[in-house]
C-alpha cells in the first residue's frame, strides 16, 4: 500500500514541476514567447491601423494586448496552449504605443514589450475658397476629422498670414479666417495648411491647399480653387468701359476692311437697325374662346335636333289617325287599355259561367224530350243551343251531336 501511494505521488508532482516553470516563470525565462510584430521602436507615418503579431509555446490562456494615447490593457486576441495571436490596431491619434503578451491566469507579461510611434500628419484641407470683400481676403475651408487635430497656418502671395487654433477657426463643420491684402491689383493667392500633434510634445503639419482672388481698380474676383491667375510684366488692361464698335472706326483693335472697292475713303457705315419682335399673341386666351364657341353650337345643334324629332314623331303620330286601317284608329276603336282589359275579362267570365251550366241543361233537356227509335232504342232530342254560344264554324243549320 506504502509502494502504490509513493508511485501515484510521483505521478501527480511530475505534471506541476513541469507546468511551474511554464505559469510561474519570469518574462526572461520565456524566450521563445513575445511579440513579432510590430518591431520595437517603429514609426508609422502613413495608415489607420497596425497589425500586431505574437507568439506563445505553452500557456493555459494567453493575451494579446496594447496601450496607446487614452487607451491602456486594450485586448486583441488570446488563445489557450500555444501558437500565434494577431489582431488590428486603430492609430486614430498619434503617440506612443506599446503591445505586449499577458497571462489571463497568472497577470504577468510574457516577453518582450514592442513599443512603437505613430506620427501621421492630417489630411490636406479640402473645399478652400477666397474672394475679396471690403479691402480684405476672406478665406474658408472644410474641418479635418483628425481627433488630435490643433490648428491652422494661412499664407500667400499678395495677403497677409494668420494662424490659430481649431476652436478659433472653426465653427461646426466649417473654418474662415480673414487677410489683409498687400497688393492693390492683381491677383492673391492663399495657402491652408492643418496642424496635429505628434503626441510627444510636437506638432506637424499637412501639405497646403491654395485659393486664388483678383483684385483690379476697386472690382473683385475669385479664381477657381487650387490655383491663381498670374500676369507677364509687359501685359496691359484696359480700364475701359466702352464697348468696341469696329465699323465706326472707334476701335482700339486694327480690322480689315471690308469696303468696296471705289468706295469713298471714310465712309461711316450707318448703325444697324433692330427691328421689333414681334408681339406674342395669347395663344392661351385664343383657344379658350374658340372652345366656347364649339360647346355653344353643339348645344345649338342638340335643341335642334331634339325638337326636329318631336315634330317628326307627332307627324307620324298625325298621319296614322286619320287612316281607318292605322294603328292609331284601331286604338282610338278600342278604347284606351283599361277598358280593353275589363271587356276581355267579362268576355272570360262569361265563358266561364257558359261551361259550367252547359252539361247540365244538356242532361235535363235528354230526360225530357226522349223519343223512341225503332227497335225499342230512344233518340234524344236535339239539344237546343243558348242564345249567346254562337255554332262553330262548318255547322250551318246542322244540330250537333252529342
Known sequence: MAIIRRIGAGVLAAPLAMSAPILGASPARAATTGVLSPAAGTVITSGSQVT???????????????????????????????????????ISRNGQYRVFLKGKQTGLSYGEVHPFTVRIPPAAPSGVSARVSSGKLV????????????????????????????????????????????????SVSVGVRAKRSTGTGGSISSGATTAGAFVSSGKTGTVPHGSAPSLSSGATRSNSSAPLTPFNNESPVTLPSVQPDGATPGFTYPTPQIADAPKAQKVAGTDRLQWGRSVAIALVLLVAAAHLGTWTRRMRVHQAGTSSLGMAARIARGGTGRTRVRAARERIARAEALAKTGPVQAVAVRHEGVRSRPGGRRRPPAEKKPADVAEPTGTKGRARRT
Open 52 to 90: 500586431a503579431r505574437a507568439h506563445f509555446d505553452l500557456a493555459l490562456t494567453m493575451q494579446l494586448r496594447y496601450d496607446g494615447p487614452g487607451r491602456s490593457g486594450v485586448l486583441l486576441a488570446e488563445k489557450s496552449l500555444w501558437g500565434d495571436l494577431s489582431g488590428s490596431i486603430p
Open 139 to 186: 478665406v474658408r475651408w472644410k474641418r479635418g476629422g483628425e481627433q488630435d487635430l490643433t490648428g491652422y497656418t494661412l499664407s500667400g502671395a499678395g495677403a497677409g498670414s494668420a494662424s490659430g487654433s481649431v476652436g478659433s477657426m472653426c465653427s461646426g463643420a466649417n473654418c474662415t479666417a480673414t487677410l489683409s491684402l498687400t497688393r492693390s491689383s492683381g
